[in-house]
């Protein structure tokens, strides 16, 4: 396949570094009075992880980082994280301080400032990757720049409904553009997309993939079902089963790991049959993923409820 050399790790180090990047210039731009609060998607409305951010005057940025005093009992701190959080060098919070972690910079150290944002969100309180951060103010920033093309115009005839428009692209460069502006519709802002073109984007609690082959003839979804499969004979015949039942999807074995995938042909590229395949595909991995990591003795990509 065209996606047997994905790297799961090494796509979302990517993606990590790319964010930090961006917060350390949407830091460094922000103005005496200026606040941001970066959080952790939450399915409720429990107080998750977060870092806020204030600039109480111009080249002066006080960080303060979520605490057991708010944080909702899901995500409460175990004292291995009390003790990374000092590790980075969080001030731990005190009645005289903060109820919060602490932590003061120049605006002109953004740059370490960022990757202590990362390393808490990431390795402290577990996000698994950018796209399950949001932003309260400058969230738009934080995204990744959007194409610098206006809007695709759909090829003549144009049929009655916009998402059943067929557009012919010209080749891949072409056809990675016509996905960003569909992606940005769908979802509100441009996803993120690594060096090696794909694209990662959140559908509920599942990460989808998206990736343009060089030949421009599809458009491949994947996402990650299964890691550290243990036997992989046991889990060729279980995929065997699953791909012998499967009306749409295939299930894949790749190193360790488990993908399931799914292709809009792109020979013309038509919305509606991609934002199909999204869905499925995120459907699929949703549904079958506990199931599926139970049997084959690995683990999901993300943990279930109070595991």
Excluded at 5 to 18: K, M
Excluded at 51 to 72: D, F
Excluded at 80 to 106: D, I, K, R, Y
Excluded at 263 to 275: G, N
Aim: with cysteine.
């Amino acid at each position: 396949m065209d996606i047997d050399d994905f790297d799961i790790d090494r796509s979302t180090d990517e993606a990590w570094d790319a964010f930090s990047q961006r917060l350390s210039e949407v830091l460094s731009m922000m103005d005496g009075g200026a606040e941001l609060t970066l959080g952790m998607l939450a399915a409720d409305d429990d107080t998750a992880p977060f870092i806020e951010y204030e600039c109480p005057a111009l080249g002066r940025l006080v960080a303060q980082a979520s605490s057991n005093a708010v944080l909702a009992d899901d995500y409460q701190l175990a004292a291995t994280q009390l003790a990374q959080m000092e590790a980075l060098g969080w001030v731990s919070p005190s009645a005289e301080s903060s109820a919060n972690f602490t932590s003061e910079w120049s605006q002109e150290q953004t740059d370490e400032l960022a990757v202590l944002s990362v390393a808490t969100m990431r390795d402290v309180y577990g996000v698994l990757h950018p796209v399950f951060l949001t932003a309260d103010q400058l969230a738009d920033v934080l995204q990744p720049q959007g194409p610098d093309e206006p809007p695709y115009r759909p090829a003549t005839p144009q049929l009655d409904h916009p998402d059943t428009q067929a557009v012919m692209p010209e080749g891949a460069e072409e056809l990675d553009r016509l996905v960003g502006v569909e992606l940005t519709r769908l979802y509100g802002s441009e996803p993120f997309h690594d060096s090696e073109g794909d694209y990662a984007i959140r559908v509920g609690s599942t990460m989808v993939f998206v990736r343009i082959p060089s030949d421009a003839r599809e458009v491949i979804a994947f996402a990650a079902v299964v890691h550290d499969v243990s036997g992989r004979s046991r889990a060729a015949e279980v995929l065997n089963d699953l791909n012998s039942e499967s009306r749409w999807v295939r299930f894949w074995l790749l190193r360790d790991k488990v993908f399931v995938s799914m292709s809009a042909l792109a020979q013309p590229f038509v919305p509606a049959h991609f934002r199909q395949v999204i869905h499925e595909v995120a459907s699929v991995a949703d549904s079958i993923d506990d199931h599926l990591a139970a049997t084959l003795q690995g683990r999901t990509t993300f943990p279930t409820a109070g595991g």
